[in-house]
């Protein structure tokens, strides 16, 4: 159908079903409107703000019919900055939006009915509930004048903003020392700049900027690595490593996995897509002084980072390289007892998934922060010859429609 639809176009609909991505189904004359900031079963006027060959997209402009799950959004920026896609939403109706997501992916595309419930994660500090001030790591864009903001929902304009609440205590704010807030300190014009903070209190900035070559010039401003401490173990990660962004994630993960995977001693096991090893840490000692663990990272950092933790370890065996070529080393050694897995947001995908497989772990344990991805690597690990035994999903990004699983495969026999 071709669309008849036109950008700044004001139209009156009803909300239609929540779809993966943060914004709601709606439809005019047949043709399908993704719609920000609305709610199911909301009666609205919105405005048509980009087009694409079978769908547009758009934003609430007024509320007729409000739903009862829609609240006034606790940051003043909401509606503007295109960080947040839940900000009008009660967080228990977010929970429940994203179970809703879960549930039609799985059946769209593993053709399995299952509804998990979202888990709401321990975080110190949001003692109130409230979705809030969880993020240790943000990535800021500077403007011409040096002033770091957020973007706008598909777009490259540029929000300033002096606050972010999200954001978790002593990230971006300094207080011992106002003028070291990094909302307030103006960058280098249109740098990028990402902001971490450990749970020991380190916190580094990144700068990136382009240098007019092919390769873009970056300072690290603070520590060059950052401590994470989990479990009793005290990992240091590169400023702009990978590491779970919200603070009771490496926790609640690392149980997870290890009551998926109920790891016996001697068993020997693999972790891919391992970054500095925080499952790896988690599993180890779990496995006694005669198991063993095969840690896969690609990244130069993350091996660095996991060497300078598992480097000694008789108990791990550090691989850098991608999945499926140290996978394929792998098979002349034989069949191992377990797998866990946490791929970035595209997913593991058939061909890593079928040399996983060919080494028979009995459980594989899948953390995924997407859950189409995830739905479609559970059809083939079920064509492989694995049965999905449990899906836990965990609310670990507030206020945002992204939601982390972790899924328990067993081979079948």
Known sequence: MKLLLEIDQQLEVVIGAIAHGGHCVARHDGQVIFVRHALPGERAVVVITSLAKNFARADVVRIIEPSA????????????????DFQHVSISAQRALKADVIEEQFK???????????????????????????RTRMSFKADSKGRLGLRRNHSYDIIPIDECLISVPGLIDDADNSDNDVLVKRWPPNSTVQVTIGNLGDRSSVVTQNSGTD?????????QKVRQKVLGRTFEVAA??????????????????IDCLSPKAGEIGVDLYAGSGLFTGALLSELGST??????????????????V???????????????????????????DFAVLDPPRSGAGLKVLTAVATLEPRRLAYVACDP?????????LRDLGYSLRQVRAFDLFPMTHHVECVALFEICT
């Not at 198991?291 to 300078?308: P, R």
């Open 215 to 223: 390769e873009a010039m970056r300072e690290v401003v603070g520590r």
């Open 372 to 380: 189409a991805a995830l739905a479609r690597d559970t059809a083939y």
């Open 69 to 84: 799950d829609r609240v006034i959004p606790p940051c003043k920026y909401a509606g503007e900055c295109g960080g947040c």
């Open 240 to 257: 702009d490593g990978f590491w779970q962004v919200h603070p009771g994630a490496p926790v609640t993960l690392s149980r997870a996995v």
């Open 108 to 134: 769209r595309l593993a053709k399995i009915d299952l509804r998990p419930e979202v888990e709401e994660v321990p975080n110190e500090f949001d003692s109130a509930g409230r979705g809030l001030h969880w």
């Open 291 to 308: 198991g063993l663990i095969h840690l896969v990272e690609s990244s130069t950092s993350g091996t660095a980072d996991a060497k300078a």
């Open 310 to 336: 598992f480097g000694r370890s008789t108990n791990v065996k550090i691989h850098r390289g991608e999945a499926l070529a140290v996978l394929r080393d792998l098979a002349s050694e034989g069949s191992i």
